[in-house]
Structures are given as structure tokens and as C-alpha cells.
């Protein structure tokens, strides 16, 4: 597959692997509404934020939205959009990465751009995430009017670039039909099966073996149009005339025509063109924002009505979304109101300045954007974050004020490729994986903080971590402390690899 170079691209795809693990610190005052709802704002680099959520959190995204710098050599207020070509791709490069990670097997990955790096990120994104897993380029109708002071042609839309993690485990939700749709079926001959709308029973091929009389309810023959054959086989036919299936018209003696009734209509199936009287255009997203008070607005929000159809193709209630570059809130205002659990990320003090009064409007069921359209009254809450220091220093040794569920996270995470779900914060035993559990003595998980305590594997933690261990469980362990006094023998006996801390533990991965 053909490979997008430019001056930094080694450095740069490499990246991912040299962003330090950092702590997520709650700040309790920006928080707001019912705090264990899952909903997370994240304030801080996003770089930094997506590896900090990789022990907890890979592979749990249902869907991923953002919005980021278009590179269009305008500067915008809250973001240095005036970059180089090449530092654009080494921006982009290992947030995909991460994000890659983050994302469910069954999840889809969608982003906005214009043609100045659209074509570009088409390319890197095939790179990350599989030429063969890209789904459809969505092109949005973001103006309803053209720009007559345009130097050369008026630009009307933006791209969303939509991949999957795994195309084949991805399936795309039906959109909903409108009442437009549904008043264009009707019943003039008052069918048991309900409402109806016709369709041809021809092809605009001949074919000598669909080429036949087919008789109507009045007795006459009739024959599809010259170069035109029936649409389907003779026997198939004459099992949807039986069924009354066919509609001759009002008297019984026109050419057939296929009902499809309404009742057995499904969704849509979502298009690849999304014009603004859908899913809404610029000035509707800066109206939102504006009605919103919070003060001076971004330069290119999206509107609700887009972020919508999007969740609505790729996920359900309850399932998780992520936007990394969240802006003005929009992604998590919208999957809030949707039922979706959400993290956002925004960089700078504007997600507490912006972000978060946007979600408290929300969660008192502020009734702007698609509000009505999904019967939103408020409710629900979030949890706001900081981002901390790094789990591990300079030298890549743990940080000596790292609480053990942070740096079991990190081991889990490390051993297994699996986010800590944190089954039992007071037990050493992490889980088991693959047919081997996993255990950590730190930081006094026992009771024991003493020199030569707890922190060691001795028998008598051994035999602790064993009772933790779920009843059927007989294979092979990896344990993580500052030291075993056990020995080699015993260990192979035991079927233990002991790891020691903080030596073995990974500070990156």
C-alpha cells in the first residue's frame, strides 16, 4: 500500500511510544450533576490525555468524533491553526494511533476536514486503521449560500472521513424515516396489510425467458415495454399476484405494478451526501452556541443535528463515545442528550471556561439544538479532569506517590493489552487473562507497609493472592513486587513469573 512521507514522518510514527503515562486528577468543584455516570471532561493536551486513558480505557470506544485544526492558514482564536503541512501530519500522526487503541473492535473512527489536509488524512488514516476498513467519505453541506467575495470557487463543504476498527464487525444503524417519507403511502384499495407505495415490476433489459403475458384481474395480457423484461422470475410473479402484491389499478386492467408497503419498510440506509436542511450548516452551529451566553464563540462549531446522525450510525444507548479535540462541547453535549457515555478532551483553560458551563446547561436540560427533537429534560452528570504528573519520572522508575490502583492499571494494561476494569481495589490479584492471572504487591495492598511486608512474595502472600484467585483456577501467575523470598524451585513449582517493581514495570508502551 502506498506510504505518505514527509520530512519528520520516523520521528513521528513513533511518537505514541514516547508519550509519558500521566495521572487523571478529578477536580471536584468543576464536576457537576451525578458524578458515576462514566462521563468524563478531560482538560488538557490530548496527546497526553488519550495515553492516560489507554490502561483504563483501550478498546471500550464505540465511536470516535473530532474536529481538528483544518491547517487552513487562518488563525483562529483558540487554536495556532497556521501550521506547516509537515508539522500538521506529525500532529495528526500518533493521535490516530492512540485513538486506534481506544476504539471497540465493532467501533468506527469519524472525522471532519476540508481539502486542505482531507486527502492527505485519507491516506494516513488507511495507514493507521487498514486501507481495507475505511467506510465512505460523508460530504457535509456546511453553507446553504454561495461566497460571492471567493477568490476562486465558493467553498460549501467539509469531508467526514469515516473508518472502522474492524469493517467486518461494523455495521451502520438505519436513520429513522421522516413523515415526508411515510405520507407518500397510502391504501386506495383498502389492503389488510395497510399503507403502500408502488414500484416498476420491469428492468430496462430484455431478456427472452422474463419476456411473458402476464394476465391481469380483467382478463387482459399485457407484456413489459419494448427493450424492457420483467424485474423478477414468472413463478415469483405469479406468487405476488396471488398474494396481492400487484396493483393493476383501479379497475384491474393496467400494467403491474410492485407494492412495497409501509409497514415492512425499515430505516434508511445511511448516503454519503448530507445537505444542510438535515443535519444543519455553520450558522445554525454558531446560533447554538451563541443562545448557550459563554461568552465568545469558536470559529467553526459544528452543529448538533451532524453530531446526531453520526452517533446515530454508530452507536446505541449506553455505548461510549470520545472527541479528543472537543471545542465547544458539542460531541459531549450531544451525546449526553443521546443517552451516550462520553469522554472529551479540550486543551487550555477554555474547557472550563466553555465546556463545562455547556455541560451543566445540559444536565439542567437546556433545550437548544436537538433538545426537542429527542425529548431532552436534563439530567445525568459528569466528572471533570486535570491532567497530572507522569506515573513514572525521568529515568522511567514509578513515581514514589503513585497509589496502587493507578500503577495496577498500568500492569494490567501492559501484560494483557486490556483496559483494568478494577474488579476488587483491596485485593493484590489484578484478573486473569488468557488462561494466567495477574497480581501486584504495592504500596500496602495487604495491610502491611513495613520493610520486608506486604510489598514482598513470601508464603504468606502467596497463600493471600491464592485465595483471591477464583476457585477453579490452577495455571500460571505473574506477580509484580519489590522483591520474592521465594525460591527459583519453588516458583517453577508454583508456576509464578515473578516481576519486580519498579525495574520490570513497562514506563511505556
Known amino acids: ?38 462521563n468524563m471532561l478531560i482538560q488538557g493536551d490530548n496527546l497526553d490525555a488519550l495515553k492516560a486513558l489507554l490502561p483504563f480505557y483501550a478498546g471500550q470506544v464505540k465511536c470516535i468524533y473530532i474536529d481538528p485544526p483544518y491547517n487552513t492558514r487562518s488563525a483562529f482564536e483558540h487554536y495556532d491553526d497556521n501550521l506547516e503541512h509537515s508539522k500538521w501530519l506529525a ?16 467501533g468506527s473512527i469519524w472525522v471532519s476536514i476540508d481539502d486542505n489536509e482531507g486527502h492527505y488524512l485519507k491516506v494516513i488514516m488507511d495507514e493507521v486503521f487498514g486501507r481495507r476498513n475505511f467506510v465512505a467519505n460523508i460530504i457535509w453541506q456546511k453553507k446553504f449560500s454561495p461566497q460571492n467575495d471567493a477568490r476562486w470557487i465558493s467553498d460549501s463543504h467539509d469531508h467526514v472521513l469515516c473508518s472502522a476498527k474492524n469493517k467486518e464487525n461494523w455495521t451502520p444503524i438505519a436513520l429513522p424515516r421522516t413523515e415526508a417519507m411515510d405520507q407518500r403511502y397510502t391504501n386506495p384499495d383498502n389492503d389488510p396489510r395497510g399503507p403502500w407505495a408502488s414500484t416498476d415490476l420491469t428492468r430496462a433489459e430484455h431478456r427472452d425467458r422474463d419476456y411473458w403475458a402476464l394476465v391481469t384481474p380483467s382478463g387482459k395480457e ?23 402484491r400487484l396493483w393493476f389499478g383501479p379497475e384491474g386492467n393496467r400494467m403491474p405494478r410492485l407494492k412495497k408497503y409501509l409497514s415492512e419498510m425499515g430505516g434508511l440506509t445511511p448516503q454519503t451526501v448530507w445537505l444542510h436542511n438535515e443535519v444543519g450548516h455553520n450558522q445554525e452551529a454558531k446560533r447554538e452556541v451563541l443562545k448557550l451566553e459563554l461568552g ?51 486543551m487550555g483553560n477554555h474547557a472550563a471556561t466553555h465546556c463545562q458551563p455547556r455541560l451543566k446547561k445540559v444536565v439542567d436540560g437546556e433545550q437548544g439544538g436537538i433538545s426537542g427533537a429527542v425529548s431532552w429534560h436534563g439530567g445525568g452528570g459528569f466528572r471533570y479532569f486535570r491532567l497530572g504528573a507522569p506515573v513514572f ?4 522508575q514509578i513515581r514514589p506517590d503513585i497509589k496502587f490502583p493507578v500503577l495496577a492499571a498500568h500492569v494490567w494494561f501492559s501484560e494483557t493489552r486490556q483496559p483494568w476494569a478494577e474488579p476488587d481495589p483491596l485485593s493484590p490479584v489484578l484478573g486473569v487473562q488468557d488462561g494466567r492471572a495477574y497480581a501486584l504487591l504495592y504500596n500496602g495492598i495487604l495491610g502491611d507497609k513495613s520493610v520486608g511486608g506486604g510489598n514482598v512474595l513470601t508464603r504468606k502472600t502467596l497463600a493471600v493472592i491464592r485465595a483471591a484467585l477464583p476457585d477453579a483456577f490452577a495455571g500460571p501467575m505473574t506477580v509484580y513486587g519489590e522483591r520474592s523470598a521465594l525460591s527459583d524451585a519453588t516458583l517453577e513449582s508454583e508456576q509464578i513469573t515473578f516481576k519486580q517493581t519498579p525495574y520490570d514495570v513497562k514506563a511505556r508502551a
Not at 2 to 13: A, F, I, K, S
Not at 95 to 103: A, K, Q, S, W, Y
Not at 393 to 396: P, R
Open 1 to 38: 500500500m502506498p506510504t505518505l512521507r514527509w520530512l519528520t514522518r520516523e520521528d513521528d510514527v513513533r511518537a505514541a511510544a514516547r508519550v509519558p503515562y500521566r495521572l487523571l486528577e478529578e477536580v471536584p468543584d468543576l464536576s457537576y450533576g451525578d458524578r458515576d455516570t462514566g
Open 91 to 106: 500532529m495528526i500522526w500518533p493521535r490516530l494511533e492512540l485513538l486506534r487503541e481506544l476504539l471497540a473492535e465493532d
Open 222 to 244: 399485457v407484456y413489459p415495454a419494448r427493450g424492457r423484461s420483467w424485474s423478477r422470475p414468472k413463478e415469483n410473479i405469479e406468487v405476488l399476484q396471488r398474494e396481492g
Open 296 to 346: 465568545d464563540v469558536f470559529d467553526t462549531p459544528k452543529p448538533e443535528r451532524l453530531i446526531q446522525r453520526i452517533l446515530h450510525i454508530s452507536t446505541n444507548p449506553g455505548d461510549l463515545v470520545l472527541d479528543s479535540f472537543l471545542g465547544s462541547g458539542t460531541t459531549a453535549a450531544v451525546a449526553h442528550k443521546m443517552g451516550r457515555r462520553y469522554i472529551g478532551i479540550e
Open 393 to 396: 519520572d525521568e529515568t522511567g
